[in-house]
């Protein structure tokens, strides 16, 4: 079992940047492949963005592309979301996850076995 912790989510203006990071205890992240999710209140948690354990392979949600990167830093054993142009329908919880599988598998939130406790992104006008 990995422990995933979130951090770097805060208050930002519209049109502002914020980079969140994942981190793990306990174990490596270089076997897992990772996701950035998202939960507004009232909304269901969304995909946002996830990278192959390799970091050879990324994708993104539609309401992202090009305004948020998502990465992996190995010797750091922590991914990143480096997230532009903020909007304030940003506005959310952001959750990192891992999913064990051999094969990357994608967005889909059920792949995903270990999650963070989240981090408030907010964006204000």
């Known amino acids: 079992q990995v422990q995933l912790v979130e951090s770097g989510g805060g208050l930002v203006q519209a049109g502002g940047s914020l980079r969140l990071s994942c981190t793990a205890s306990r174990r490596t992240l270089n076997m897992y492949h990772m996701g950035w999710f998202r939960q507004a209140p009232g909304k269901e948690r969304e995909f946002v963005a996830t990278?192959?354990?390799?970091?050879?392979?990324?994708d993104y949600a539609e309401f992202v592309k090009g305004r948020f990167t998502i990465s992996r830093d190995t010797a750091k054993n922590t991914m990143y979301l480096q997230m532009n142009n903020l909007k304030l329908e940003d506005t959310a919880v952001y959750y990192c996850?891992?999913?064990?599988?051999?094969?990357?598998?994608?967005?889909?939130?059920?792949?995903?076995?270990?999650w963070g406790q989240g981090t408030q992104v907010t964006v204000s006008s």
């Open positions: 990278i192959s354990s390799s970091g050879s392979l990324t």
């Open positions: 996850a891992a999913d064990p599988n051999i094969f990357y598998r994608g967005r889909s939130l059920t792949y995903y076995e270990e």
